[in-house]
């Protein structure tokens, strides 16, 4: 493109020279209108797939940071989930929680603390998730320091429901009417030990 201009910028120096009216001509115009254009329709793709991940990027992160503060507030009482959330705002104030509700939007994570029959059984399974708008999508994190029972999100592991044997699992879903709940199956979820897809 740089010598196309210069071929034009030397023609119309010689135009000048010769006393002729400066300027360039139509086609020049055009040919210059359409380079610029195909640079753009290969630019703004790659721009919008790069947004897109790093979109994902962020979410993924967030749950990251979410799961590093839950565990370690576990840690701190006993190893068990058990009325953690009141002190997770204070451990990690660079994240906005919600307990257990529907996030719709970049940026929240919405925990979900696993339910157990009887009482005085420690609490050992979050779920957490957060919203990326790229897809959009959902992606969730699973942490179970025991096996769970849970009527709600858990159930036997499988593609469609959230794991309850004890680990950690990550994995991604299509969005409900309100957004990503982290107290409901994700749709379209394929579990795994990191995130994927």
Known sequence: MSSAISRLNDKRDAAVELGEDA???????????????????IAIPTFLGVTGGANDRAAQSN???ALTTVKAAATQNKQNYLDIFGGLAAAEPTLEWNNDSTVSTQGPVSVHFSLFLGANVPVNGVVITAFSKNGPTCWYVVDNLAAVIDGAPYGAPSATTFPNTPGTWYSKGTPTAGGCNPSAAPVGANWSHSFSG
């Open 63 to 65: 749950l990251n940071t």
């Open 23 to 41: 300027g360039f001509t139509l086609i020049e115009l055009m040919v210059v209108v359409l380079i610029l254009a195909i640079l753009l329709a």
